[in-house]
């Protein structure tokens, strides 16, 4: 074989390894300008629930606000508003925080809830599950240890 041949197999046989241990890209913490001088950073993923349905989870900050946004499918689920959203860590301790939807554009299947005074006690690397207040009974959103870094990563941010 040439030597230009051999370089070239080289490269050939290297890019699958280095697609391989590329790190993955399913979610990113995003800075966006809402307006100048006004960023707003978020986390959105994509959870479902207990019984399989899907949920826009959206953790997003601006200076001294922490807010998570869920959005469920709509004429699905209904929000008790304004009943606090539960969070249960893995060593099931409990917290509750606030909802922060404005009243005025209360949508039945969208919450929001103020996490700035549960972000110290929020887990560094562990899952979580969300009790959402919905009249549907029972519903829980199991978040991941993945998501809880990122959104820990995410708070270091601002």
């Known amino acids: 074989m040439v030597r230009w041949e051999r370089c070239l197999l080289l490269i050939l046989l290297m890019i699958p390894l280095w697609l391989a241990v590329s790190p993955s890209s399913d979610a990113m913490i995003r800075t966006i300008e809402e307006a100048p001088n006004q960023v707003v950073v978020q986390s959105r993923h994509s959870l479902r629930d207990n019984r399989g ?23 699905q689920y209904h929000f008790r508003h304004p009943d606090p959203l539960v969070l249960v860590t893995s060593s099931g301790q409990t917290l509750t925080a606030a909802d922060d939807f ?13 996490l700035l ?10 899952p979580l599950v969300l009790r959402p207040p919905l009249e549907e009974q029972g519903i829980e959103i199991a978040v ?3 998501v809880v870094i990122e959104w820990q990563a995410l708070m270091a941010e601002v």
């Open 53 to 75: 349905f899907t949920w826009q989870v959206i953790l997003f900050s601006r200076p001294e606000q922490l807010q998570l946004r869920l959005v469920g499918f709509p004429e």
């Open 102 to 114: 404005p009243k005025a554009d209360t949508v039945a299947n969208v919450g929001q809830f103020d």
């Open 117 to 126: 005074p549960l972000a110290s006690q929020l887990p560094r690397s562990e």
């Open 144 to 146: 991941p240890a993945a």
